[in-house]
C-alpha cells in the first residue's frame, strides 16, 4: 500500500527527491512520515506531513535542506533533499499514520511502511 523510490547514489551536496506512492488505507487522510535506518542504528525520525499537508515536522538534522510535501490528488508524498551529506546515507522508509490529530514523530504510532529506498551520498 506504500511504494517508496527515486533513491540513489549523490555526490555530497547534490540533490535527490524520494516519493511514496500509497494506496487504500494509506491515502488521503493519514498523516505521512520519512523515516530512515543506517544499518546497525536506530530507525530516526526524518519528517512528517499532516493530511491536510497544513502542518510539517523536521528532524533537526535535516530542517533547512530538506522538504516534505504531498499531493493528495495522486496520492503521493515526497521528500526533497538538498544539500546531502555523507551521513544522510540510509535506507529511507515512508510510512502512514492514520490516527487524527497532531502528526507524530514516533514511528511507533505508524501503521503502515513501504519498503525502503536507498540513499548513498559519497564525500
Known amino acids: 500500500q506504500l511504494q517508496a523510490f527515486g533513491g540513489g547514489l549523490v555526490q555530497a551536496g547534490g540533490s535527490l527527491r524520494l516519493s511514496c506512492a500509497a494506496s487504500?488505507?494509506?491515502?488521503?487522510?493519514?498523516?505521512m512520515g520519512w523515516f530512515r535506518r543506517v544499518p546497525g542504528q536506530e530507525r530516526e525520525f526524518v519528517a512528517v506531513?499532516?493530511?491536510?499537508?497544513?502542518?510539517?515536522i523536521y528532524a533537526d538534522s535535516v530542517k533547512g535542506r530538506f522538504t516534505i510535501s504531498r499531493d493528495n490528488a495522486e496520492n503521493t508524498v515526497y521528500l526533497q533533499m538538498n544539500s546531502l551529506k555523507p551521513e544522510d546515507t540510509a535506507v529511507y522508509y515512508c510510512a502512514a499514520d492514520p490516527r487524527v490529530g497532531f502528526p507524530s514523530t514516533m514511528d511507533a504510532m505508524y501503521n503502515y511502511w513501504g519498503q525502503g529506498t536507498l540513499v548513498t551520498v559519497s564525500s
Open positions: 487504500g488505507r494509506t491515502s488521503g487522510s493519514c498523516a
Open positions: 506531513i499532516s493530511s491536510s499537508g497544513s502542518s510539517t
